[in-house]
């Protein structure tokens, strides 16, 4: 296991350095942030200055490598437009854009699988077919268009949920959330709703797929021939083994919602670092926008990592083959 | 003496599927009956409707097939009425069954105590640790070694013999009435399949339990069984004691399998076989199915025949049957 664990860590550091090279490069070539930040009628002697003082006019190996060496030392650079720590920046938003994923993610667990398992077990009938039906809606309908319409229905014609922003939020370890207060709880549902929808025609797809498969093993009949009740087969047979494709696959979409809740929070005005990206991007704003995808990059390796880890855990044959080649 | 009410017997069961081209019967009209303590042996080739006969006992026959006719009596009681839930609660507490690949009869997920516990939990009240009591002993009483710390292991940490013990363990938690072994011993090593042979007849004994053992291998049931019935095309079409089948098999079919057996005392010659493959259920010969690979048919054979008991305890479907004092003869 310590040899799996050096080998992914080696890895992962590879990873790093190419992501920050590309990332900075790409970053460096979208746009001059000198023309955005400074007044049009600011003199030359103003201009080289702000220059200067960015660290604009240094070559860009050399740039690249006081940006290498301050981010190991854990600062990734300083947003030319607020003028604090990007890393600081991204920090303090990130706990709304977290609290919106794994809301999204808890709903298309929760909704997904049992109709998944539910489309698997009866894939003639109708109910089945309906809601394979739906999960293609689910999955071609544009987010933002889903959520405007979300907002149309529910804020605007119904009037029963707000449309924009957090609403209020209590501190719970000295980090505010949203839901733990009614009026939260209500800015919440409709964003996770709208990123949630994607996600849930994915598990539908996959609980329906792995059902399918598990239904028509041996063992499942054995566990039927044994006398079980269907709720048992289901519950603990079926379910057990089609979670070790929901697991990975899940685990990998975290990150995924986490880093590209961009559209839905714009849509909704949630204060996370999906619209600070949007925001930073529209300003070049150079040191946010590499800290955020530096910080992608990182979030994505974790969570890689801990999917290995609870994918050893829900399939014991994994334990062993794992340690060796 | 009360009227003789068997463990199970069997009447005239029809099992078809559905397919495009109309129901196919992939067991039509079979009959047995075997009683308490008794091994019958279900003989016959891939795609005889053996295995398809036992699913059909325990109910266990999924869409697109369906039990269409006949009567399934278990000590009397017609299956074929009963509910869902009486089924259930039936299956694996009255009637057990044990398949045919241990790789994959196991929940590779699952760990063996659970799979063994929840076998117990499903039919009975019992404290979890009165169950893990009973599966300790189960295991135990089928050669696994230290049961107790096999109980948390996972299948994958056995081996194939060791897997089969284990799900004939299961198939004896509940002490059930009737076993239905569905090829157990056919994906096993010689050696392990002789040991599992050898403990589930005393098991038998021992208990009790009627035993319906389905196999193609002439050779298991020849030790095993007391008595054989031979499956063709979804029917049966030879039953009697073992020695009797064996020894003077009456139709064809019999005498084509026993002659495509290897054995000690044809050692050198050519082994026969049975010329042609076994018809699809689709497609099968009017009258007798086997007439299209049957050295003895003749134009009678366009008439389906019926079961005949010519020697007592020994029935053949046949019109030509090879009759006692005929020596088993092997075609060259």
Same mark, same amino acid.
């Given at each position: 296991?310590?040899?799996?664990?050096?080998?992914?860590?080696?890895?992962?550091?590879?990873?790093?350095?190419?992501?920050?090279?590309?990332?900075?490069?790409?970053?460096?070539?979208?746009?001059?942030?000198?023309?955005?930040?400074?007044?049009?009628?600011?003199?030359?002697?103003?201009?080289?200055?702000?220059?200067a003082?960015?660290?604009?006019?240094k070559?860009?190996?050399?740039q690249?490598?006081?940006?290498?060496?301050?981010?190991l030392?854990?600062?990734?650079?300083t947003?030319f437009?607020?003028?604090?720590?990007?890393l600081?920046?991204?920090?303090?938003?990130f706990p709304?854009t977290?609290?919106?994923?794994?809301?999204?993610?808890?709903?298309?667990?929760l909704?997904?699988?049992?109709?998944?398992v539910?489309a698997?077990?009866?894939?003639?009938?109708?109910?089945?077919?309906?809601?394979?039906g739906?999960?293609?809606?689910?999955?071609?309908?544009?987010?933002?268009?889903?959520?405007?319409?979300?907002?149309m229905?529910?804020?605007?014609?119904l009037?029963?949920?707000?449309?924009?922003g957090?609403?209020?939020?209590?501190?719970?370890?000295?980090?505010?959330v949203?839901?733990?207060?009614?009026?939260?709880?209500?800015?919440?549902?409709?964003?996770a709703?709208?990123?949630?929808?994607f996600?849930?025609s994915?598990v539908?797809r996959l609980?329906?797929?792995?059902?399918?498969?598990?239904?028509?093993?041996?063992?499942?009949?054995?566990?039927?021939?044994?006398?079980?009740?269907?709720?048992?087969?289901?519950?603990?047979?079926?379910?057990?083994?089609?979670?070790?494709?929901?697991?990975?696959?899940?685990?990998?979409?975290?990150?995924?919602?986490?880093?590209?809740?961009?559209?839905?929070?714009?849509?909704?005005?949630w204060?996370?670092?999906?619209?600070?990206?949007?925001d930073?991007?529209?300003?070049?704003?150079?040191?946010?926008?590499?800290?955020?995808?530096?910080?992608?990059?990182?979030?994505?390796?974790?969570?890689?990592?801990?999917?290995?880890?609870l994918y050893?855990?829900?399939?014991?044959?994994?334990?062993?083959?794992?340690?060796?080649g | 003496?009360?009227?003789?009410?068997?463990?199970?017997?069997?009447?005239?069961?029809?099992?078809?599927?559905?397919s495009?081209?109309?129901?196919?019967?992939?067991?039509?009209?079979?009959?047995?009956?075997?009683?308490?303590?008794?091994?019958l042996?279900?003989?016959?080739?891939?795609g005889?409707?053996?295995?398809?006969?036992?699913f059909?006992i325990?109910?266990?026959v999924?869409?697109?097939?369906?039990v269409?006719?006949?009567?399934?009596?278990?000590?009397?009681?017609?299956?074929?009425g009963?509910s869902?839930?009486?089924?259930?609660?039936?299956?694996?507490?009255?009637?057990?069954?044990?398949?045919?690949?241990?790789?994959?009869?196991?929940?590779p997920?699952?760990?063996?105590?659970?799979?063994?516990?929840?076998?117990?939990?499903?039919?009975?009240?019992?404290?979890?640790?009165?169950?893990?009591?009973r599966?300790?002993?189960?295991?135990?009483?089928?050669? @696994? *070694?230290?049961?107790?710390?096999?109980l948390? !292991?996972? &299948?994958?940490?056995?081996s194939?013999?060791? #897997?089969q013990?284990? +799900?004939?363990?299961?198939?004896?938690?509940?002490?059930?009435?009737?076993?239905?072994?569905?090829?157990?011993?056919?994906?096993?090593?010689?050696?392990?399949?002789?040991?599992?042979l050898?403990?589930?007849?005393?098991?038998?004994?021992d208990?009790?339990?009627?035993?319906?053992?389905?196999?193609?291998?002439?050779?298991v049931?020849?030790?095993l069984?007391?008595?054989?019935?031979?499956?063709?095309a979804?029917k049966?079409?030879?039953?009697?004691s073992?020695?009797?089948?064996l020894?003077?098999?009456?139709?064809?079919?019999?005498?084509?399998?026993?002659?495509?057996?290897?054995?000690?005392?044809?050692?050198?010659?050519?082994?026969?076989? @049975? *010329?042609?493959?076994?018809?699809?259920?689709? !497609?099968? &010969?009017?009258?007798?199915?086997?007439?299209? #690979?049957?050295?003895? +048919?003749?134009?009678?054979?366009?008439?389906?025949?019926d079961?005949?008991?010519?020697?007592?305890g020994?029935?053949?479907?046949?019109?030509?049957?090879?009759l006692?004092?005929?020596?088993?003869?092997?075609?060259?």
């Open positions: 296991m310590l040899v799996y664990f050096i080998r992914r860590l080696t890895q992962s550091v590879v990873v790093v350095f190419l992501m920050a090279a590309i990332v900075f490069l790409g970053v460096y070539a979208i746009g001059n942030p000198i023309d955005v930040l400074i007044n049009p009628e600011a003199d030359q002697a103003e201009r080289a200055a702000a220059i003082r960015l660290g604009l006019d070559p860009l190996w050399e690249f490598g006081i940006f290498l060496g301050n981010a030392q854990g600062d990734l650079g947003s437009v607020h003028g604090t720590s990007a600081t920046l991204i920090l303090d938003r709304a977290f609290e919106l994923a794994v809301a999204a993610m808890l709903m298309a667990i909704v997904g699988i049992p109709l998944g539910i698997g077990l009866y894939p003639d009938r109708a109910v089945g077919r309906i809601i394979m739906g999960s293609i809606l689910g999955f071609s309908l544009p987010t933002f268009w889903v959520g405007l319409m979300l907002i229905v529910f804020a605007v014609f009037g029963w949920l707000p449309a924009a957090r609403g209020d939020t209590v501190d719970l370890a000295g980090v505010p949203s839901f733990l207060t009614w009026d939260g709880l209500s800015h919440l549902f409709l964003p709703l709208n990123l949630a929808l996600k849930t994915l539908i609980a329906r797929a792995g059902t399918r498969e598990v239904m028509l093993q041996d063992y499942i009949k054995f566990a039927r021939a044994k006398g079980l009740t269907k709720r048992r087969v289901v519950g603990v047979h079926v379910m057990k083994n089609i979670m070790i494709p929901v697991v990975t696959v899940l685990g990998l979409e975290l990150g995924s919602v986490i880093a590209f809740a961009v559209v839905t929070e714009t849509v909704f005005a204060p996370g670092i999906g619209k600070l990206l949007i930073s991007i529209g300003n070049l704003d150079r040191p946010v926008v590499v800290a955020y995808l530096m910080l992608t990059v990182f979030l994505f390796i974790v969570i890689n990592f801990a999917v290995d880890v050893s855990i829900l399939d014991p044959r994994v334990r062993l083959s794992d340690t060796k | 003496m009360p009227e003789h009410t068997p463990t199970l017997a069997v009447e005239d069961l029809r099992t078809v599927f559905r495009k081209a109309g129901d196919v019967a992939a067991v039509d009209g079979v009959s047995f009956s075997v009683d308490r303590g008794e091994v042996g279900l003989v016959g080739e891939s005889s409707g053996k295995s398809v006969t036992g059909s325990i109910g266990l999924d869409p697109p097939g369906r269409a006719g006949g009567r399934v009596l278990y000590k009397g009681r017609d299956l074929a009963l869902e839930a009486r089924m259930r609660a039936l299956r694996g507490r009255e009637i057990a069954m044990i398949f045919q690949d241990p790789m994959m009869t196991l929940n997920v699952l760990r063996i105590d659970t799979q063994m516990i929840e076998a117990i939990r499903a039919h009975e009240r019992v404290s979890e640790k009165a169950a893990r009591a599966c300790r002993d189960a295991l135990g009483r089928v050669g @696994i *070694p230290a049961p107790d710390e096999r948390t !292991a996972y &299948p994958h940490q056995f194939g013999g060791m #897997r013990r284990v +799900a004939i363990a299961i198939a004896l938690l509940n002490a059930p009435d009737l076993i239905i072994a569905d090829e157990p011993t056919t994906a096993l090593d010689v050696t392990v399949q002789a040991q599992i050898y403990e589930v007849q005393a098991l038998c004994r208990t009790g339990t009627a035993l319906i053992w389905i196999t193609h291998d002439l050779a049931v020849a030790g069984a007391d008595r054989i019935a031979v499956m063709y979804g049966v079409v030879e039953t009697g073992t020695d009797q089948v020894d003077h098999p009456m139709h064809p079919y019999t005498h084509g399998l026993i002659g495509s057996v290897p054995s000690e005392n044809r050692r050198g010659q050519r082994l026969s076989q @049975i *010329p042609g493959m076994t018809p699809s259920p689709l !497609a099968l &010969p009017s009258g007798c199915a086997f007439r299209t #690979r049957c050295p003895r +048919a003749d134009a009678a054979c366009r008439q389906p025949p079961m005949v008991e010519r020697v007592p020994h029935a053949a479907r046949c019109f030509h049957p090879h006692t004092g005929e020596a088993v003869e092997v075609p060259a």
